[in-house]
Every structure is written in C-alpha cells, then in structure tokens.
C-alpha cells in the first residue's frame, strides 16, 4: 500500500462544497483585497491562538519580513535565530539589511537552545527569533527571561504551530510578535500562500498594518517605505471554511503521533528522546544509551501542546539515507527537514562561522513520516510495518 507524505485532497475534497460557496460569496461581492473576509479572519485566528491583534498577510515569510520592519530591525542589526530550521527564518532577516547570527539547537524537541546564545550577543544583536519547529514550543520562559536581560525584541516564528501551546499559553502570543503561516502542508493549509501576524501591543499593531500596505496612511500618502503584504480576501475565505475543523485536524494528528510512539517504541533499536523542562543541555544522547539504538523518537513535552506539524525521527550512526531510500522503494512518503543548516547555505557563506554541532548533527540524522489527520490506521500500519522490517534487515 502507498502512503504519501501528505494528501491535501484527503483533507479538501471533503469541504468542496464549502469551499466553492466561499469562492462564490467573494466572486459575488467584487471585494478580492482586503475587506469583510479578511478582517472575519483575522478576528477568528486571534481567538484561536489568544492574541489582540491579528494581520492577514501574503505569506508566512512576509509575516516574518512585516514583523521585522515594523520592529525597526535594519541595516547592521543582528538577530539570533537557530541554523536547524526553514529558510524564510534567516532568510528575512538578510532582506531587511540585517545580520543572522545562527544558534544550535536541541537535539531532543529541535528548537533553540538558549544555553548557546548567550555568548553570542552583542551591541549590535537587536532581536531573536525562536522557531516552534515541528509543531513543539520553544522554551519561552528561558528565551523571554533572555531577550529580557538583554533587551531584546522577540518574533516567534510559529509557522509550523499555529495553536500550539507552551504553558497554556498560544505559541506566537507570548513574543513581541508571533507568524504563522498558511502553506498547503500546515495544520491549518490554505489552498496557496497565506499568512498571519499576531501581536498583543496596539503600537505594533498600527505600525504593521501601515507597513503592510506600502506604508500607507492615508490612501497615497507614504510615511514609510513599506511592501504589499497583503492576504487576498478569496485565501481568507476559504482558510475560514477550513478554520471550522481545524479542531479535528489537530487531533488527528496527536493520536496519528501517539499510535507511531506506542507501536514504534517497542521495537528493538527504537528508543524515545528524553523529556526535559527546558532545552535539554545534555539529551544529545539521552536515551541512547541503550544499546543498538538506531532510531529515536521525537518527546512531547508535558508541558506542551504539540500539534505535530512533521513526526520526525533521527536515525542514528549515518543510516538516514538508507531507511530514507527503503520507504521510498514500499511506497512510504518521507522527507527531510532539513538537509542543510542555514549557516552551511552558501547564501551565508560570508557570514562569520562557528560550530554548531547539533544543526549539522540533526540534518544528517532527521526523517519525517507522514503524520496528517487523514491517515488510515491501515496507511499507518504500513509505515510502521516498513520501518520494522527495516529494523530487522
């Protein structure tokens, strides 16, 4: 049986009647930018998340890139942000004129790992960007306590963890600001770009909706140079549709992540990454000390609401590409996130380096299965069945 990474027509055909009367209600009303439709969404996505203040945006990086601008990062600032994630992290921050100086990460829930960044700030060093990678919060308490003492804006990137919680509270209301964003593959997937930018301060509030639209206020008079970061209202309309069961999405997705951990975990060879309160200094090789270990896990944080954006393993001792290529050969869709960390991307190639051992230990090492909400137990058993019998090759 074939199970791909992901099936967007699992999730969509099943609204299609929904989503052709959202297309239809907006055809009618001749409104395709900005209007009703938009400002219904982002009223819905602030309740959802619990922030004050929510702006529809063109796409998760132009959330990024709005954030940055509206925060006044610019020429010869820096802006810490970990080297294991997605580009659009590092790669706004170069657009604005600024520098990304690349943290390393946890090995056991992927994100930033506050322990390293410290000795990287400077008078220069403006922001941070902790990224909510995978679906799992960063450690706020220990990146706002940090951004504190060293008087710090903070962005979450929240991409991949919208309704996500840390602590109850909503990944990306916690920071300055918070993005998310919209992709097809996210847990709550538009049908094309889109994305949101989230805030509980007025004053940012204002300055980005005017820097969201060529920084303009009035109608043709330009304080600031600002871009066209603008969400459609057709995109609007049918992320509203979707919106209504995004509920069930997650939830398919916590149980899809909970059956892998309960039938993956007894294998031999299998073992889970360790739980810790906060970055976990020293789970580079939790866990792994049990013997011929050659797959871990990925840990849920008690604390966390993980919503499981990827279910992502590492797979020990060089043999990523190895499993990577028998589920390939079964039909089982995989993918890597990352291949690359951001500081080896040659685009950076003349920023200053520095070891980040965990970001280039992660990229050799990560594979994701598929883990959406559609998945069939029977789709499930499959990929569980090949990585067995992987296991025992």
């Known amino acids: 049986m074939s199970v791909p990474l992901l099936d967007v027509n699992a999730q969509n055909l099943p609204l299609e009647s929904e989503l052709k009367a959202a297309f239809d209600s907006v055809l009618q009303s001749g409104r395709f930018i900005m209007g009703d439709e938009v400002t219904s969404f982002e009223n819905e996505i602030a309740e959802l998340v619990g922030a004050k203040y929510a702006i529809g945006c063109s796409s998760g990086t132009d959330a990024i890139l709005l954030a940055l601008m509206a925060l006044g990062i610019g020429e010869g600032d820096e802006v810490l942000c970990p080297s294991f994630t997605f580009f659009a992290t590092a790669g ?19 994100n930033i790992d506050l322990a390293k960044a410290g000795e ?12 909510h990678l995978f679906g799992q919060a960063a450690d706020m308490d220990s990146v706002m306590e940090f951004a504190d003492e060293n008087g710090l804006a903070v962005i979450e990137d929240a991409a991949q963890a919208i309704g996500a919680r ?3 509270l909503g990944c990306g209301t916690i920071g300055h600001f918070g993005t998310y964003s919209f992709f097809p593959s996210k ?13 509980n301060s ?7 909706r005017v820097l969201l639209n060529h920084g303009m206020k009035p109608k043709y008079y330009h304080q600031f140079v600002g871009g066209n970061f603008r969400l459609d209202a057709l995109q609007a309309a049918l992320l509203r549709v979707k919106l209504r069961h995004y ?9 899809n992540a909970s059956y892998y951990l309960e039938k993956l975990s007894p294998l031999d060879g299998v ?8 970055c976990c200094v020293d789970t580079q090789n939790a866990g792994l000390r049990a013997s011929r270990a050659k797959i871990v896990l990925p840990v849920a944080y008690k604390h966390n609401d993980h919503i499981w954006n990827q279910f992502t393993l590492r797979v020990l001792d060089g043999r990523r590409e190895e499993l990577r290529e028998f589920l390939i050969e079964r039909g089982i869709g995989c993918e890597v996130y990352y291949p690359v960390p951001l500081h080896r991307q040659q685009c950076f190639d003349d920023l200053p380096k520095r ?3 965990v970001s280039e230990q992660l990229a050799g090492e990560v594979l994701s299965i598929p883990i959406y909400p559609e998945l069939t137990i029977s789709q499930k058993d499959e990929v569980i069945a090949a990585i067995a019998a992987w296991l025992t090759e």
């Open 92 to 110: 706004c921050v170069s657009r604005v004129g600024a520098i990304p100086v690349f943290v390393d990460s946890c090995p056991a829930c992927f």
């Open 120 to 131: 990287l700030v400077n008078e220069n060093t403006k922001a941070i960007i902790p990224v």
């Open 166 to 168: 840390y602590k109850g």
């Open 187 to 199: 847990n709550l997937g538009g049908l094309g770009d889109g994305g949101m930018l989230v805030t």
């Open 202 to 208: 007025e004053e940012l509030a204002d300055q980005a």
């Open 247 to 255: 509920g069930e999405y997650s939830s398919g997705r916590k149980e």
């Open 271 to 278: 073992v889970v990454a360790s739980e810790a309160d906060c």
């Open 355 to 357: 070891p980040l051992p």
